[in-house]
């Protein structure tokens, strides 16, 4: 059974882990190594995620394989200003659902997900946006199938390497 508990600054070695990890899960055979380990290291440094934890528009939950009391996946969210992008206030932002690739097809990610929605429709906000590496078909199907719509592009640099990620929507009301 997965349970999903929101992070505190308390689990920021277990985010650290389960960020660096998933990540690395999801992109390295994409990417040059050396980009890949540059972004990781600027990504999530301690110092970084400590930021995050600690901005009160931003939210981190875990997915926690009750079975083995480990995490598995995780979910990031942002409001107002720690948007990455838009800074609509009346928009709300996924930035990260990742999971271990062990726990693909579990309906991990669509608990995240669910879990995202919920947070977003209890804010009361107009639309859900998040952006997806064009190269990523797997959360790109994901997402599409889960109602978004692509509406615009945006630069991701990971390390030196600039790649395009497609922007996607959700309107809630």
Do not use: C
Request: charged share 25%; aromatic share 12%; hydrophobic share 40%.
């Amino acid at each position: 059974m997965i349970q999903i508990t929101e992070v505190g600054i308390g689990d920021l070695i277990k985010l650290q882990t389960i960020s660096r990890s998933t990540f690395a899960q999801t992109f390295d055979e994409h990417n040059n190594p050396d980009d890949m380990q540059a972004y990781l290291n600027a990504s999530f440094s301690a110092e970084k995620l400590s930021a995050e934890l600690n901005n009160k528009n931003s939210a981190f939950y875990f997915a926690i394989d009750n079975n083995i009391n480990t995490v598995v996946g995780y979910l990031k969210v942002n409001t107002g200003d720690a948007q990455s992008e838009k800074k609509d206030l009346n928009a709300f932002e996924i930035e990260r659902i990742y999971v271990d690739k062990a726990y693909f097809g579990k309906k991990v990610g669509q608990i995240l997900f669910d879990k995202a929605i919920e947070i977003a429709k209890s804010k009361k906000v107009s639309y859900v946006w998040l952006g997806v590496w064009e190269e990523n078909h797997r959360a790109l199907a994901f997402y599409t199938k889960n109602g978004f719509v692509a509406f615009d592009k945006h630069l991701f640099k990971l390390g030196n390497d600039e790649q395009t990620d497609i922007m996607m929507k959700l309107i809630l009301v």
